[in-house]
């Protein structure tokens, strides 16, 4: 199992439960890493930032590539994206309510959505046919990703700035944090409604609205996290929507946290937070992995 750790010097490791080496250190130059991913594949790291271009690291040949912008676009930042569980995307927020639909295997400009508001959160569904988007209109964007076009929308319940995104397996739930703070859970209704109740709500951010949000993978846990606050994750069970209140502690050295993920099987966290650390936690419920 391989995790990113989110710095200037980014270094990829190898977690083994004893010494967790170090498999590959890269440097980048001009270049702080805001976001980093592996593609679906486990074959590429994409790696971005507040620049007009971004690097992919290919693990076979151990070589970073600069990708040099996308054809007849002009943004300034390419810092948050998502990777379809398919392998065939990669989406990014553009300027002017744009999501630009990036080949993978090209790195190439394959479409652009447009929505109302600027974009600021993305999430594929876990089969990768549909992308979600959300942003400055409080409204939750679905796109089919075949004809690239917008096959349904909703209106996040008493929202009117979407912050982050989140879809758990199956399409069993879907969360949508909001500038209050409020994070709305939704079951599957919310692709065909245009105004869905939530079935749970959660506000123990609140009034810092949540910058990060991820399911496990048996969509049991959420995990939330605010950039702007101190010690800011929280811990969701479902389907209860209980949070843990054993976790984290008033000792726990999380900081402000930046980045945060779930290995395949869930039973490790890995967190990454302001001070450059990648800090990584078990869950002993979920089973070892090798």
């Given amino acids: 199992l391989c995790f990113v750790l989110l710095l200037l010097l980014p270094s990829l490791f190898i977690v083994d439960n004893e010494t967790n080496p170090v498999l590959h250190s890269l440097y980048l130059k001009n270049f702080p890493i805001h976001s980093a991913q592996f593609s679906a594949d486990g074959q590429q790291i994409i790696m971005t930032s507040r620049r007009s271009f971004f690097y992919v690291f290919d693990i076979p040949s151990n070589q970073a590539i600069r990708i040099p912008g996308l054809r007849g676009r002009q943004e300034k930042s390419f810092e948050v994206f998502a990777v379809s569980p398919d392998n065939e995307y990669l989406a990014f927020t ?25 974009v600021i959160a993305l999430a594929f569904t876990p089969s990768g046919k549909h992308l979600l988007s959300a942003g400055s209109d409080g409204r939750v ?29 199956e399409n069993k739930y879907f969360a949508c944090g909001n500038s209050t703070g409020v994070v709305n ?20 951010l609140a009034p810092v609205c949540a910058t990060s949000m991820k399911f496990n993978a048996s969509g049991e846990i959420l995990a939330l996290s605010a950039r702007r606050m101190q010690k800011g994750l929280r811990l969701v069970h479902f389907p209860s929507a209980t949070v843990f209140s054993n976790w984290p502690k008033q000792t726990s050295k999380l900081s402000y946290i930046q980045s945060l993920s779930f290995s395949p099987s869930s039973e490790f966290m890995a967190v990454g937070n302001d001070l450059g650390k990648a800090l990584l936690y078990r869950l002993g419920h979920y089973k070892s992995e090798s």
């Fill in 94 to 118: 553009g300027r002017d309510g744009s999501v630009l639909i990036v080949s993978n295997r090209t790195k190439q400009l394959v479409d652009c959505c447009r929505m109302s508001g600027s």
């Fill in 141 to 169: 964007y679905v796109w089919d990703m075949t004809t690239r076009t917008c096959c349904h929308s909703f209106v996040d319940d008493g929202s009117y700035h979407l912050t982050s995104l989140a879809v758990a397996p």
């Fill in 185 to 204: 859970v939704y079951d599957d209704s919310c692709l065909k409604l245009g105004e869905p109740k939530p079935v749970r709500t959660i506000n123990n």
